[in-house]
Every structure is written in C-alpha cells, then in structure tokens.
C-alpha cells in the first residue's frame, strides 16, 4: 500500500470512528429527537438537491423557497431514471455518467475519481445496474454506518494479537462491499477476503486455515459452509456470523444455528445508502437506520402499508448523500415494519422481515383464467426440507420452469429430482396456478449463477413483467 494511500485511509477510518461514537449515541434519542433530526435532514437535503442538481431542479419546479418541505408530496424516482438522467441528477458537473464508466472499467484498487469519489456499481441483480458515486465526507458517513454495524455485533479490534476476520464476497472494487473492506484494512486485522463465487471445496480449505473468529458471508455462502461444517469438511468455530445481500430463509437460520449453534447479524446494505441498518444482540429484527436514511414501506400505488405487513416496494431517502441525491428511491424489496419496537430500546424501527423483491414474484396462468402472482416465499417453502438439495434456483422462461439443483455428496439425484417436481407442482396448484412445465436439471454446482457482486438470486424471471393497473 503505497503511503499516501495508507495515509488517506487512516485518515477516513480515524473520521469514520469519531462519526461512529455520534451515530451510536443516537440509540440514546427519543422518538421525538429522531424525527427533529430527519426533518431537519430533509430540508437541507432537498434544497440542496433543488439548488445544485437540474434534474431535481426540474422535478421540484413547485417548491417554494419558504415552503414546507413535505417528504410524501416529493415525487418518488427509480433506478432507470436515476441511470437515464446521471449527468442532470448528481450535483458537481464534472461528473458524467460515461466519465464514472470509465473509471469503473479501468478500477482496480479503492482508487478516487477526480482525487475526491468512490464510484460503485450495483451487482446487477434485479436486470439493471445502477452506478453510484460518494465523496470522502460522504463515504466518512457510509464507513460510520459501517463501525457502527460492528458496534452491535460487538466487533472489536484487539491488539497486539489482531482479530481473525474472513470476508467472502465480492472480489471486485467497483462494488461496495469490496470497497469498505479495502477502506478498514489499515492492520487492526487479520483479513482473509474469498470471492463468493470461489468453489466450496476451496473455501474450506483456506477458512479451515485462516480460523476466523469473526465470519461474513453472503446467506447463500453461508447455507454452503453451514453444510460443510455439519459434513465435517469444515472445522472453524466463529464467535460471530454476519450476512447480507440476499434473502435469508428460516431453513439457512436453522442451519447456521445447527452448524456453528449461534444465531448470525443480519445486515441491511445497498450501494445507493450504505449499511441502513443491522440485527442488534436481541436478534429480533433488523434495526433501520433512520439518522442516515428516511425509509417508507408502501403498496403499488406508493400508499404507505401499516406495521406487519409486507409492502411492494421500499422508498428510501438518502440523508447524507449530496454529490447524487436521491429522495424517496424506489426500491424493489418487500418488507414489513414489525408493529413493537425491539426489547432493546433503540428508537429505530424494526424490520420483522425482507420476503425477497417484487421482481421476483412469478405471475403465472392461473387454473380459473388469466393469472395469478406466485411469491417467491411459497417456491421456498415448496423446496425446503428436501434431503440432499444444497442448492436450488428457480428460473420462469416462456417453456415453463427450470430449476437449477446442486445437492450434497451421497443424495439420490433421482429421488431429488421427483422431490423437487412434484412438491413444486403442488405447491403451484395450490396457489391457484395451472400446474406449468418444469424441468429439474442437476449440476456440481450453481456458483456460476452470482451475478457481478457475487449475490445468487434464488428465483428469476425472464419473462417481461406485467404491467401494473391504477385505477
């Protein structure tokens, strides 16, 4: 690491520290406090975005210098239009979507464009990248949101004799978990980083090695290890388990707690916000983050939908963010708010559970005439349990179903095969659908099905979506 370099990231992580005793205090807030401190975020947010960016300048043409800044009257914005107007939607003029790609295809370290931002790319997962840039106050607040996460996790460096960490997921700088690691890597500890698309078999070795006493992965990587280790392949005994990324199923939280006897931390992060909240040591639910971000939980038609019930979508404002803003930014996952707060005290609002992403609901023929939407929930809940079947994904083409299995050493391909076919079909039936061709199809392994990130989609459409009716 070259000294400037090192220079530089001391320097973030020492301001990322200080930020991360600020953010901490906040547990200490009130509800009251909490929601002072997001209007007043708001407000400098939005006038700024209104001030210095012409897209945002344009979409909030009707907003009075001494108007009230009201968060549900703002319009909400989507990735495609985040990615169609790059050049109008970030506020310093320099940067150009084509000047970011550049920089992007050409990263190769935790490299600054124009000496002042971190760009990033999202894995590419719900059919579209999206491209993403922080300045280093900014990133200060993403590296913040971060020591923070490790404060709940109860993560410390020790030293002389450093914490054994292992990381396994993406292996490429353009993605943001990939550029926190590189970010904190100033020797507080002993790092062992594995792409998540690294054959299992490899895995084992280099953990069984390493011995982390500290292990993060992504769910799905998890499941894999999970397995090897009540195999006996696999020999390490982690104090924690953290993930993200994916969707955590009950089966993948049975199996950790069977294989290590813990429970793992469950993250909340994307590239858009940072880290926007994490399990606590209660474990019962993610907390959100709401300091850095304004989160709302809404229906098709952006109608907010009450505690304990799964919304369509997630709108997310980014409070910190300046150089690219983004207020009330449609996200695709579907999550409920549990209705209590958690034993714990924090004011942040739990989330009881992420059930995967609209995109990944299935909307197939139905049996009483034209269709009916499958949830990815009742495809796991049909494949769960299955002997052997370490892996599976489900892809709708036009010819129906095909589901992708990888199973355990010593399964019957055979008696998987059927298992996977005719629980699947009946669950389908059950859920009003015509029962639609499906084709079970056996491989070694599905590790080349992560997408650039390193994340596994568990059920995936190639089918245009349908277009949703407003009345």
């Known amino acids: 690491m070259a000294t400037t370099d090192r220079a530089r990231r001391l320097a973030e992580i020492a301001g990322a520290m200080r930020l991360a005793r600020e953010l901490i205090g906040h547990d200490r807030w009130t509800e009251d406090q909490l929601a002072a401190h997001q209007r007043r975020r708001l407000e400098q947010v939005v006038r700024h975005a209104a001030a210095s960016s012409p897209f945002y300048r ?21 990735k495609a239009t985040v990615m169609d107007r790059f050049d109008d939607l970030v506020t310093d003029r320099r940067l150009t979507l084509a000047a970011v790609e550049a920089h992007l295809d050409g990263l190769t370290g935790d490299d600054l464009l124009l000496g002042r931002y971190r760009a990033m790319a999202t894995g590419g ?12 106050p900014e990133w200060r607040q993403y590296l913040g ?26 292996a490429r700088p353009l993605h943001m978990s990939y550029r926190m690691a590189a970010s904190i890597d100033v020797g507080l ?16 070795e280099a953990l069984n090695r390493h011995q982390p006493e500290f292990l993060y992965a992504y769910g799905s990587v998890l499941g894999l290890l999970a397995a090897e280790q009540l195999e006996g392949r696999l020999r390490i005994s982690p104090a924690i388990i953290a993930s993200s990324g994916e969707t955590h199923t009950d089966e993948l939280r049975d199996a950790i707690r069977s294989a290590w006897g813990t429970s793992s931390f469950e993250l909340y992060g994307m590239t858009e916000a940072g880290i926007i909240g994490s399990h606590c040591e209660r474990h019962t639910g993610i907390h959100l983050f709401e300091d850095q971000a304004i989160f709302e939980v809404v229906d098709e038609r952006d109608r907010p939908v009450p505690a304990g019930q799964a919304g369509h979508k997630l709108l997310v404002t980014n409070l910190v963010t300046r150089t690219q803003p983004l207020l009330r930014y449609e996200v695709s996952d579907m999550v409920a708010v549990a209705p209590e707060g958690c034993p714990c005290g924090r ?3 739990l989330l009881a559970g992420i059930e995967g ?5 299935l909307h197939l023929p139905a049996a009483a005439g034209g269709t009916t939407a499958v949830h990815p929930l009742a495809l796991r809940t049909a494949l769960a349990g299955i002997p052997g079947l370490a ?24 008696d998987a095969a059927h ?28 590790q080349d099905e992560r997408d650039t990130a390193g994340k596994f989609k568990l059920v995936e459409s190639r089918l245009p979506r349908p277009t949703a009716r407003v009345p």
């Open 145 to 170: 949101g971060f020591l923070r996460w490790n404060h709940y996790m109860g993560l410390k460096p020790r030293l002389p004799r450093r914490l054994r960490i292992a990381s396994i997921a993406a």
């Open 347 to 349: 004011p942040f609002r």
């Open 58 to 78: 344009e979409r909030l043409a009707g907003l009075g210098p001494t108007d009230p800044v009201e968060l549900g009257q703002l319009p909400t914005v989507d």
């Open 419 to 446: 298992l996977v076919a005719t629980r699947l079909a009946a669950k389908l039936t059950a859920q009003g659908a015509t029962r639609p061709a499906i084709e079970v199809e056996l491989r070694d392994t599905l």
């Open 357 to 361: 992403r609209n995109d990944d609901i």
């Open 125 to 136: 997962s719900t059919g579209r990248k999206g491209v993403f840039v922080a300045d280093r």
């Open 189 to 204: 500890y002993r790092v062992l980083r594995l792409e998540a698309a690294t054959p299992p078999a490899a895995m084992v």
């Open 391 to 414: 892996q599976y994904k489900v892809v709708q083409d036009r010819d129906g179903l095909h589901v992708r299995v990888a199973l355990r050493p010593g399964a019957d391909p055979a």
